[in-house]
């Protein structure tokens, strides 16, 4: 896990990413491995995974850790 950050629960969506410490400009503060995946791929996702699939103009990309399950 990143230092400096928390996962927790959010107003905004279920989970959220909040900074705990003060960070400085042009620090990295997360590094997030995503893929961009086709329609077909997403029913083969558990709910887990579905529930970060972000839906851009005529991409899917799924913002979870995909080296483990696709």
């Known amino acids: ?3 400096g950050i928390i ?4 107003k905004i969506n ?5 900074a705990i410490r003060n960070f400085k400009k042009g620090e990295v503060v997360l590094k997030w ?3 961009i995946v086709e329609e077909s791929e997403i029913d083969k996702l558990d ?4 529930q ?3 839906k851009a103009e005529k991409t899917n990309i799924c913002l979870c850790n995909h080296q483990k399950n696709l």
């Open 1 to 3: 896990m990143t230092k």
């Open 33 to 35: 491995n995503f893929k």
């Open 52 to 54: 970060y699939i972000y």
């Open 14 to 18: 279920k989970k959220g990413v909040f």
């Open 7 to 10: 996962i927790k629960k959010s």
């Open 47 to 50: 709910n887990s995974q579905k």
